[in-house]
């Protein structure tokens, strides 16, 4: 077998951790649409718990999805194994997903966070060479109880969306984020930088619709979101999505000055 590209992470896990990516990507219309939906959870940790999730709640949609766990360390690929089950497997590998078929979705969160920013553009394009036509990679990070989470969706062209969901119910300001941003753009969260531009504008509106707070978390986000795409930035979805605490954009809202990753 060729030598797995990637380094082993730390390996953090957990029940429920991934929800909300979870609940993205079931909407993202490939899930339907393919003729082969085979997705790729890459590296899920040192358990088994949110590949079996990721599967669970896919089939709901796509009761014949197949979803394989990747990971590097062959004791975790070992352990993985006993819980395999119909519609889920496991194996060794990393980057280059060591599959014979090209898969509909790679998930690959929490785990570029311990790479150097220059690795990235890499990593991106090894995964998104072996997705299928429409494919998506979805990559970012999320806290460790899965309720502030931000990703960014890829095609084989490139960088297409990117998404922050949030616990609403005990949120303080939106820009909580800034501390689980992909890697990507994790470092240019600074003045001068798109995305820094996104989470102030985004905490503005929020601190300036306080009173609907008394209607709840939920419709003081939406009108924050409103607010926001009615100043010109390129919101994606609805209500529907917005009342999950989500919000996607045009990646190229955000996507940092002249760092090689268009």
């Not at 303080?172 to 689980?180: G, I, K, L, W």
Request: one cysteine or more; proline letters at 6%; aromatic letters at 6%.
């Amino acid at each position: 077998m060729a030598k797995a590209v990637g380094r082993i992470t730390r390996g953090t896990t957990g029940v429920n951790r991934l929800r909300r990516v979870d609940r993205w990507i079931a909407a993202h219309p490939v899930v339907r649409r393919t003729d082969d939906p085979l997705v790729v959870d890459l590296g899920y940790g040192a358990s088994a718990t949110t590949t079996l999730e990721l599967r669970d709640r896919l089939a709901r949609l796509r009761p014949d999805v197949e979803v394989v766990g990747i990971e590097i360390d062959p004791d975790r690929v070992a352990r993985a194994a006993a819980a395999a089950r119909d519609g889920v497997t496991f194996r060794r590998g990393g980057f280059e997903i060591p599959t014979d078929r090209r898969p509909a979705v790679i998930r690959a969160l929490n785990v570029l966070r311990q790479y150097a920013e220059s690795e990235v553009p890499d990593a991106w394009a090894t995964m998104c060479a072996r997705l299928q036509p429409g494919g998506v990679l979805v990559e970012g990070t999320c806290n460790e109880v899965g309720r502030v989470a931000s990703w960014i969706a890829l095609g084989p062209d490139g960088p297409q969306t990117f998404t922050i969901s949030l616990r609403l119910a005990d949120l303080e300001q939106p820009s909580v984020v800034a501390e689980r941003l992909p890697k990507a753009l994790i470092h240019h969260n600074v003045r001068g930088e798109r995305v820094h531009l996104l989470l102030a504008e985004l905490d503005r509106h929020w601190a300036r619709r306080a009173p609907l707070a008394v209607y709840g978390a939920t419709q003081r986000f939406i009108a924050s979101v409103e607010a926001l795409r009615a100043d010109g930035w390129p919101v994606h979805a609805g209500r529907s999505r917005w009342r999950l605490g989500e919000l996607t954009l045009d990646w190229a809202a955000v996507a940092p000055e002249g760092a090689g990753f268009s």
